[in-house]
């Protein structure tokens, strides 16, 4: 039995992925007959017979023996691998083709370069297979962690280098009969396991016999048991229609962030300088940690007493053209209702940064005044809160990216602008002077506007008015 096989046939995928095939293959790891199989998964015997040739067809299980029983036969099949990946040829028409869109700091790409591995060395493999040999190969697998940000990149920058110098030194363009070879370097942060999988701080947990798996937060709230926090970290990248300078404006100073982040803030332009960001009246501080214009802002926030901070890490490289990418890293400690936080902060940042292009790209050299209002929805299902605000914005439903959308606070000139952004739970219309932002979420609705045009004065009591009023 094969350690690891390739699929390459459409059919033969199709096949594997069946809920009682797959369940079949499994089981045949160690040898079975139909009606060990049938007794073993609980299936009937006709069944097992029926999905067993359907497999053997595919080459997915093969036959190992054969057993005189009296008068008859009992054929015993074991799989042909003891586990399967799926080559993107199953797919052709729509496999990953790195060469489209090469861009070393791409996740995607790095996708596409991995779904080229399986498809080449699956190949090799079913090649080597049919003729009695083995495929040349060599592998190396790793772990590394990185504090800040920035060594990350350094370590990426050398890695690149080194293999760059190998390929130079080693690479035969002329030689008659040289064969080609493929390198591939790849880089990512390793997910978070599921709760309660090996090496999962859940199972850690279990094993150590730690906070239980199923934790009630308010129970330790009462109790006084301490708190049940977990690290995080989520990187975002883009890239921005606008040069170095102009994206350190919008993303290290007070009014610059004013412009598309939420909230009032502040920046004190130095290291061990104050970072502060204003949302109703609730006042977040942190200390500014890095301060290298043009190039990195980082912050943090104090450490409370349960280990709970956020830092966030800004990292900016300008490319040919005059636009700019952008990396940040947000990373910390959350609290009892990590994963709810971790989500909606994991869901928050897409959002965000398209605001940012948004800015960027309609409205350069100008700065915005923020207007933010909150009203409570009580216990209103969301697809009534969302209607109400897709009615105040004379949008359709569902709602879709370059409708139309129209809305008439009290006192306030008319607003007509287009919808850039919808998904479940946010809305986001640009107008010829300003970016509106529209959130709901279980139990209240947001609004976060960046407002570049005059008479501003009485924009927020208003909007304020407009969202109590369609909520009543």
Do not use: C
């Not at 280098?161 to 990512?188: K, M, N, W």
């Not at 990418?325 to 709810?340: A, C, F, K, N, P």
């Amino acid at each position: 039995m094969l350690n690891v096989a390739a699929i390459e046939e459409p059919a033969a995928a199709e096949a594997s992925l069946d809920p009682i095939r797959s369940r079949i293959l499994a089981a045949l790891a160690e040898p079975g007959s139909a009606a060990m199989l049938a007794a073993r998964l609980g299936l009937p015997r006709q069944k097992v017979n029926y999905h067993l040739k359907e497999l053997e067809r595919h080459v997915l299980v093969e036959l190992a023996e054969e057993r005189r029983k009296g008068n008859v036969t009992e054929r015993v099949y074991r799989a042909t691998a003891a586990s399967y990946v799926i080559s993107p040829s199953a797919l052709a028409a729509v496999s990953p083709d790195p060469s489209r869109s090469p861009d070393q700091l791409s996740a995607r790409w790095l996708l596409a370069l991995g779904a080229r591995l399986v498809q080449e060395v699956g190949a090799l493999l079913t090649g080597a297979s049919r003729a009695g040999r083995r495929v040349s190969a060599f592998g190396i697998d790793a772990e590394v962690r990185f504090a800040p940000a920035t060594d990350r990149t350094a370590f990426a920058n050398e890695l690149a280098q080194a293999v760059a110098a190998l390929v130079g030194h080693y690479h035969d363009e002329f030689t008659p009969g040289a064969r080609s070879h493929r390198v591939i370097v790849g880089l990512h942060q390793i997910p978070a396991a599921p709760s309660g999988a090996p090496g999962s701080p859940a199972e850690a947990q279990q094993k150590t016999g730690g906070i239980p798996a199923n934790d009630d937060p308010e129970a330790r709230r009462t109790t006084g048991e301490p708190a049940m926090t977990r690290p995080f970290e989520i990187e975002q990248e883009a890239t921005l229609p606008a040069s170095p300078e102009q994206v350190w404006e919008a993303i290290a100073t007070g009014p610059g962030i004013d412009s598309w982040f939420m909230g009032r803030n502040e920046v004190e332009p130095h290291e061990g300088g104050t970072a502060a960001m204003d949302t109703g009246g609730n006042r977040e501080e942190s200390v500014v940690t890095a301060y290298e214009p043009g190039k990195r802002f980082a912050t943090r926030t104090a450490t409370v007493e349960d280990g709970r901070f956020m830092a966030f890490e800004y990292l900016i490289e300008g490319r040919d053209g005059g636009s700019t990418v952008l990396r940040i890293v947000q990373s910390g400690v959350l609290g009892d209702d990590w994963q709810d936080e971790y989500d909606a902060l994991r869901r928050g940042w897409p959002f965000h940064l398209h605001t940012l292009r948004e800015y960027l790209a309609h409205f350069p050299g100008r700065t915005g005044i923020p207007v933010f209002a909150m009203a409570p929805s009580g216990e209103q299902p969301a697809q009534e809160i969302r209607a109400a605000l897709t009615h105040g914005l004379s949008l359709p439903s569902p709602v879709a990216v370059g409708a139309r959308a129209h809305a008439e606070p009290a006192g306030l000139p008319p607003v007509d602008g287009e919808v850039t952004w919808s998904d479940n739970e946010r809305i986001e219309v640009r107008t010829a002077d300003g970016i509106y932002t529209f959130h709901h979420f279980p139990g209240v609705v947001l609004m976060f506007h960046h407002l570049f045009g005059p008479d501003t004065d009485s924009a927020e009591a208003a909007w304020q008015q407009w969202l109590t009023g369609l909520l009543a």
